[in-house]
């Protein structure tokens, strides 16, 4: 069974998965390997200057030449340069995240470039479908890093009956059950973060993969979420102490936030460091290459929808006997 959809047709990619933007965790490597294995690998530019999104991004072309994703953060403030940088480097996919960029979508469009939105409300979907995105990724709150607050179950369901655009499942995705329940609830393609940390050509901390692979069903956390900035994030001594100062000390605790996504990838510090992950943590437990992880999610994926049918089927015979 091939799943091809309308995310497939307009990404021009083989499985319908896409790697989440992800700020540091994004990189041209594991992009590239997602990109090579049949999905659409991306960029997470994060807080990047401009210049430095080029190199990556001619990094990613010496890698693959199959499409790939930049994503780019409205809460960056060079977000505006960046996507010049995107448009010069002729990047055919762009994912925006964190913010609204309604402003920006018909500028790309005519210059070719595909756009897809992440968002976590149906009102913000509605008017980027207006003004032409692809696209719209609905992004529930069981995901890592910055979260909204409905579920994925509802949101998906929600996006699926307004929006006439294909809509892509993000958050809690980390199995192929999850994503025939998606196609289920009328998504036509997933979006997974959690589950590319725990790749070989992930280029995190090994205190980071471990964290996934140890971390339970609850043992994430909100950050932030007095600050104005919700994160969901793995329960660390770092964690349980940026809720104390949120409380206490917002002032400090923002400061603690500086910086706190690198010190968890690049050094695996658990007192310092914030380990983005979604609760889909709790179902990872092991580290594969991405392409054993997208075959071995495909397959689940296609046993489950048949599993489903033949289950039904018994039911109707036994029910005719
Ligand atoms: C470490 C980490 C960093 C992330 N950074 C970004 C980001 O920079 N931009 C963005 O749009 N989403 C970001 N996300 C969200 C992902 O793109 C994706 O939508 C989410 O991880 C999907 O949910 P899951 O974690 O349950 O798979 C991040 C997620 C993680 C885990």
Not at 19 to 34: F, I, Q, R, S, Y
Not at 40 to 66: A, Q
Not at 100 to 122: C, G, Q, R, T
Not at 212 to 217: D, R
Request: glycine share 10%.
């Amino acid at each position: 069974m091939k799943i091809n959809t309308r995310i497939t047709k307009l990404l021009n990619i083989k499985y319908p998965v896409i790697e989440g933007g992800m700020a540091w965790v994004g990189t041209p490597k594991l992009a590239a390997a997602v990109s090579n294995a049949g999905a659409l690998g991306t960029i997470g530019s994060g807080n990047m200057e401009p210049e430095i999104l080029r190199e990556k991004i001619r990094e990613i072309k010496e890698l693959t030449d199959k499409p790939f994703a930049v994503n780019i953060i409205m809460l960056n403030p060079h977000a505006e340069e960046l996507l010049e940088v995107v448009i010069e480097e002729r990047v055919p996919i762009v994912i925006f995240g964190a913010g609204n960029p309604a402003p920006f979508v018909k500028e790309l469009k005519a210059k070719n470039i595909k756009v897809l939105a992440v968002v976590s409300s149906d009102s913000l979907a509605i008017r980027l479908e207006r003004v032409g995105v692809d696209a719209i990724i609905g992004e529930g709150m069981e995901c890592g890093g910055h979260i909204g607050d409905v579920t994925t179950l509802i949101l998906i369901q929600r996006l699926t009956d307004v929006l006439n655009v294909p809509v892509i499942a993000a958050g809690g995705i980390a199995t192929g059950r999850a994503i025939a329940a998606m196609f289920a609830l009328g998504a036509e393609g997933v979006q997974l973060g959690t589950a590319f940390i725990a790749t070989h050509e992930c280029e995190a901390h090994d205190n980071y993969k471990k964290k996934v692979l140890k971390a339970g069903i609850r043992d994430t956390v909100i950050t932030g979420g007095k600050l104005g900035h919700p994160a969901r994030v793995i329960k660390t001594p770092f964690s349980k102490k940026m809720l104390e100062m949120e409380s206490n000390s917002p002032e400090e605790a923002e400061e603690m936030l500086v910086g706190s996504l690198k010190k968890a990838f690049l050094h695996g510090d658990v007192s310092q460091g914030s380990f983005m992950a979604g609760q889909s943590a709790g179902l990872i437990r092991e580290i594969k290459s991405v392409e054993q992880l997208l075959k071995d999610l495909m397959k689940e994926t296609h046993d489950s929808i048949e599993k489903l049918i033949k289950r039904f089927e018994l039911q109707e015979k036994i029910a005719e006997a």
